[in-house]
């Protein structure tokens, strides 16, 4: 069974900086060969992808993010991060951890974490 350890959300001002972090946990589970991404969904909205980072380094950010959330990973410590900077009162969501092996159906979703934007 594939185990998500997802921490760091919390209350924030705007402006303010906060860092996710995703961990994952499953006997025989490869991270490194894992996409591993952060989505979020603010209340009454659709989930949407916030950052992906391939098994290879590669990494993609939202248009809405760009410029202040870094996505990152180690795989000798099977984590993932979301660096959040200059956060936006529209960054309030739950952020949930996502990892996906590809070319297969291994595609695997943590319990998510709140950040709150507010003043």
């Known amino acids: 069974q594939v185990q998500f350890v997802e921490s760091g959300g919390g209350l924030v001002q705007p402006g303010g900086s906060l860092t996710l972090s995703c961990t994952v946990s499953?006997?025989?589970?490869?991270?490194?060969?894992?996409?591993m991404g952060w989505y979020r969904q603010a209340p009454g909205k659709q989930r949407e992808l916030v950052a992906t980072?391939?098994?290879?380094?590669?990494?993609t950010l939202a248009d809405s993010v760009k410029g202040r959330f870094t996505i990152s990973r180690d795989n000798a410590k099977d984590t993932a991060w979301l660096q959040m900077s200059d956060l936006k009162l529209e960054d309030t969501a739950v952020y949930y951890c996502?990892?996906?092996?590809?070319?297969?159906?291994?595609?695997?979703w943590g319990q998510g974490t709140q950040v709150t934007v507010s003043s």
């Open positions: 996502h990892a996906k092996r590809a070319f297969t159906f291994a595609d695997y």
């Open positions: 499953a006997s025989g589970f490869r991270f490194s060969i894992y996409a």
């Open positions: 980072i391939t098994s290879g380094g590669n990494t």
